[in-house]
């Protein structure tokens, strides 16, 4: 399955994971101190996370409960705004790759 393909099954998958992963595979790995590269691996972890927690919103807005994951989605977008610093992803990279 290529990355294409893994895109289509998860539509909501967020900017920071489709950006690296078409990068990396057009491009190959970034050059990065390890500090950098974990912090891109946590970035990736937490944008997969919050597109698992929308397709489960997703699932639930015609149930009473709809609102249940609200704060969990709250809390791992400020992890991932704590990372990122609200920076697009490709000046995101460009500040990973200079440090």
Known sequence: MDYIQLIGLF????PYASY?????????QPRLSDDQFRRLMNIVYLDGKL???????S?????AEDHRFDMDYFKVNSQ?????GCLEPGALM???IRK
């Open 59 to 63: 699932k639930l807005k015609k149930v």
């Open 51 to 57: 597109a698992g927690i929308d397709c489960i919103r």
């Open 94 to 96: 460009d500040e990973m």
């Open 11 to 14: 539509p909501n998958m967020k």
């Open 20 to 28: 690296f992963g078409e990068m990396a595979r057009n491009n190959g």
């Open 80 to 84: 991932l705004n704590d990372l990122t």
